[in-house]
């Protein structure tokens, strides 16, 4: 099993940044995929950014150049700077790890962008 644990939300204002963070443990494999996802509210979750274990990087257009994903494969961790913030951006974060075709997910840490 594998658990996830987000940190580093809270409430910004626009044009600010936050640095989300997400530790993984348990049974960790070498080969895997990390991602961020968002989930606002009445909307579906949608995949805003990607990191292989080798560290090839893919981000959602809304975000491009805005985030960054960077991860730290000796604490299994993954992390999301977010600069220039807007409204739009406000949702609830969720880290996820896939390994084996099974996806891992954490319960989420929200990001509040106000105007």
């Known amino acids: 099993q594998v658990q996830l644990v987000e940190s580093g939300g809270g409430l910004v204002q626009a044009g600010g940044s936050l640095r989300l963070s997400c530790v993984a443990s348990g049974s960790i494999f070498r080969e895997n995929t990390m991602n961020w996802y968002l989930q606002a509210p009445g909307k579906q979750r949608e995949l805003v950014a990607t990191i292989t274990h080798t560290g090839r990087t893919n981000y959602a257009d809304s975000v491009q150049g805005r985030f960054t994903i960077s991860r730290d494969n000796v604490r299994n961790s993954v992390y999301l700077q977010m600069n220039s913030l807007k409204p739009e951006d406000t949702a609830v974060y969720l880290c996820?790890?896939?390994?084996?075709?099974?996806?891992?997910w954490g319960q989420g840490t929200q990001v509040t962008v106000s105007s």
């Open positions: 996820n790890l896939v390994q084996v075709y099974v996806y891992y």
